[in-house]
Structure formats: C-alpha cells, structure tokens
C-alpha cells in the first residue's frame, strides 16, 4: 500500500492556461475525494467519486472546472482558462466505503500546488 | 449550514507542556468528528476521531470527546515534544447525505519550543 499519490506536486501556470492533475487512489478504495486548500484555511471540497460516478460537486467547482475517474480507478482534475483565484493547494483523498453505517477514513495525497501567474 | 470553528493559533508552547485546541461545530444530528494533522511537507493524516456522542478518540498521546451539550471536540495532550509542531484541523461528516465530505476548520498551527 503506498498510499494516494498526486501529480504534479507543483505547477505554475499564466493566466488563461488549461492544467489538469492526476490522482491515484488507494487501491481498491472506491471513493475518490478532490478538496482546495488556500493559503491559512482549512480544505474545502470540491466533488467526489463512488467508483466511476460522479456523485456530488461542490458550488465552488465553477464549469471551468472538470473532474473525471475513468474505470474507477485514477482520477483527473481539469482546470480552464485559469485564474489567479484558481491559486491553491489541490488534493485528493480516497476511501474504501463499508456500507457499515459509519463514515469511512478518507486518506489524503500530498497535493498539487497550483500558481497562477 | 454544518460549519467547525477552531481557535485561532498559532499556539506556542514549550516541551512536555499541556496542550487544549478549542474546537466547536454547527451541525444538525449526530456528525462524526476528526482531528486531523498536517506535518511540514506533509499530507494531511487522520490523527483521531469520534463517530458518536460522548466517545472519546485517542491517539498518540491526544485525545478528544465528543460533547454533544456543547458541541465540542477539543483535542488535548497532556505533554507536547517539539515533534507535535503541525498545523491541527477539526473536522466533521454530516450525518445525513451518505457520508461524503469533510467540512473542515480552518486549521491551528502548534509550535513546540525545546
């Protein structure tokens, strides 16, 4: 087990750009979690995933913002166009959900820092 | 909506002194609560948690209860070493909408002086 990887771990772009960030869960975990953090706050989510599906999405995640886990697996976060607001610490946790009626532990990657030039 | 209010920090204490972070939330029903830990350079990590009233989590030395009379989760340590220093965040699960998110506080920072 080696853990929720996140790539890259650091990315500046300018204004305007399109980047996307990729997620690798736990395996085996069927929940897939995407959060922003900003400078001094606390993480905020953003969406998450139960295997493939898309369940729920935040309104902080305008649509320029897109989220994707193909075959249940890895995950993707596309940003467009992006804005000097877009500037924060991305991250991603997974979790395996029992179904035993209590809230499952959702580890966390250690981020992708996004600069928005 | 559910919210989690931290004390402000950060909170500098020197080696094998008492630690207590303050920590409140706003929910309805019965949420599940956490602390969580972020290490310099670190990821965030589950440090306890608590999924119903009066539980207490420990964990490493911290603990927390769950008070639901009050609607708190401090987290406590009865004497720091200089290794605790991280920021500490609150956190909850609603109780109701499947168990899908963490609402987060704004995070303490704890700095430990040999």
């Known amino acids: ?117 | 909506g559910d919210s989690v209010t931290q004390m402000e920090g950060p909170v500098t204490l020197s080696e094998e002194a008492f630690l207590t972070i303050n920590c409140t939330y706003t929910a309805t029903g019965y949420p599940s609560l956490f602390w969580y830990v972020q290490y310099p350079g670190e990821g965030l990590q589950l440090l306890l948690k608590a999924t119903k009233a009066d539980d207490k989590g420990s964990n490493k030395g911290f603990e927390a209860t769950y008070r639901k009379e009050t609607t708190s989760f401090h987290l406590e340590k009865g004497s720091v070493q200089v290794s605790d220093s991280a920021v500490y965040f609150c956190a909850l699960i609603p109780s109701s909408g499947g168990y899908n998110k963490l609402i987060f506080g704004a995070g303490t920072r704890l700095a430990v002086h040999p």
Not at chain 1, 10 to 23: E, L
Not at chain 1, 82 to 110: K, N, V
């Open chain 1, 1 to 117: 087990d080696t853990g929720v990887s996140q790539d890259p771990r650091h990315k500046i772009t300018k204004r305007g750009q399109n980047v996307t960030f990729r997620c690798d869960p736990i395996s085996e975990h069927n929940r897939l979690y995407w959060y922003r953090q900003t400078l001094g706050q606390g993480p905020e989510f953003l969406t998450y995933f139960q295997n493939e599906a898309q369940l729920e999405k935040s309104r902080l995640l305008s649509d320029r913002f897109s989220a994707e886990r193909p075959k249940g697996s890895f995950s993707t976060l596309e940003i467009q166009r992006t804005e000097q607001g877009d500037s924060a610490m991305y991250l991603c946790a997974s979790s395996f959900l029992t179904g035993q009626g209590l809230p499952d532990t959702q580890y966390f990657g250690p981020g992708t820092r996004l600069t928005v030039l």
